[in-house]
């Protein structure tokens, strides 16, 4: 699986509508609401790179009131909760 975090920035006067339509879309798994530089950011998650191109410039962007997205793909995840499932596995509590 391939995790996308796009930051993005909108019409500030529309952020909880945007961010609904962009949370509806397939493949976004979730958006947040944010302080600082950008106003959301949505983490996408695909099972191929090719994907990306289909879901981030070819319907985030295309949302109206979405004015700039910057897109950093993730390489590795790194997660308290999956280390803690791994050191439990096969413990019983």
């Known amino acids: ?10 019409s500030v006067d529309r952020i909880p509508e945007i961010a609904e339509s962009i949370a509806a879309l397939d493949s976004v798994s979730e958006v947040y609401s944010v302080t600082g530089t950008y106003d959301l950011i949505a983490l996408v998650r695909v099972a191929r790179h090719e994907t990306l191109a289909d879901v981030i410039p070819g319907r985030i962007s295309k949302i ?4 700039v997205t910057d897109t950093h793909v993730a390489f590795r995840t790194y997660s308290q909760h999956d280390l803690e499932a791994a050191f439990a596995i096969g413990l019983d509590a």
């Open 64 to 67: 109206p009131g979405v004015e």
């Open 1 to 10: 699986m391939i995790t996308a975090i796009v930051l993005i920035k909108t």
